[in-house]
């Protein structure tokens, strides 16, 4: 079965400061890797995905996340957040023989303050 | 533009009163599904049907059903709405069970009173 972990439930930072997310899943076979957004009262939103090919994959919002498969890996990243990057974000798994079931980390609440 | 909308977006019922979310998208996806997230926690897959072939997760209750009478429509039934199943009901599509980004909508807020 896979897992998604995402040990912090919230980070707060200050505007215009780097953040980084961070995300770790289990899996016995290959997966898909996703970054979600959702703003208050929203749907979820695809911020970036990982397929194959480069390790580094830049998404929607200035966000960019690094695959590590040795340490089974995806943190998103964003070097300067501003105030409307306050959201809630979800990793995503999907076995790439099932792909269509995503499985949710917890969620990272991201607080920007000014 | 091409999007999932859901109707309505809060929804309030009586405990055992039956309720019908409702999902409809523009994309023309073949592949809906239907997600509860429960307060500040991750959306969990319920089900969802390919064109019109339904797929049950094996530990979604008896108590939800869905209904795809086309394309464009998707519907989660809950027969006798409890306490425990007020949540945000989050629908969302995808081309098909192979390409993997989902859209999702806006969300449908249950309260069970």
């Known amino acids: 079965a896979q897992s998604v972990t995402q040990l912090d439930s919230q980070v707060p930072v200050f505007e215009e400061a780097p953040v980084e997310l961070r995300c770790n899943y289990s899996s016995s076979v290959s997966v898909y890797l996703f970054w979600y957004v959702q703003y208050p009262n929203q749907g979820l939103q695809l911020l970036l995905k990982y397929l194959s090919g480069s390790t580094l994959v830049k998404g929607i919002n200035g966000f960019e996340a690094e695959f590590n498969k040795s340490q089974t890996s995806f943190h998103l990243r964003k070097p300067s957040v501003h105030i409307s990057d306050t959201a809630e974000y979800f990793c995503a798994v999907s076995r790439m023989d099932s792909s269509y079931k995503l499985i949710f980390g917890s969620g990272t609440r991201l607080l920007v303050r000014p | 533009d091409a999007m999932v909308i859901q109707n309505p977006r809060y929804q309030v019922t009586q405990f055992g009163k039956p309720v019908t979310l409702s999902c409809s998208q523009t994309l023309n996806h073949n592949v809906m599904y239907w997600y509860q ?46 306490l425990g199943d007020a949540a945000m009901y989050l629908c969302a599509t995808s081309m098909s069970r192979t390409y993997n980004e989902q859209f999702f909508g806006p969300g449908t807020r249950l309260t069970v009173l």
């Open chain 2, 37 to 82: 997230q429960k307060s500040s926690q991750a959306p969990k897959l319920l089900f969802h049907y390919y064109d019109k072939d339904f797929n049950n997760e094996a530990d979604t209750p008896d108590n939800f059903q869905s209904r795809r009478p086309n394309t464009s429509f998707c519907f989660l039934d809950i027969r006798s709405p409890g």
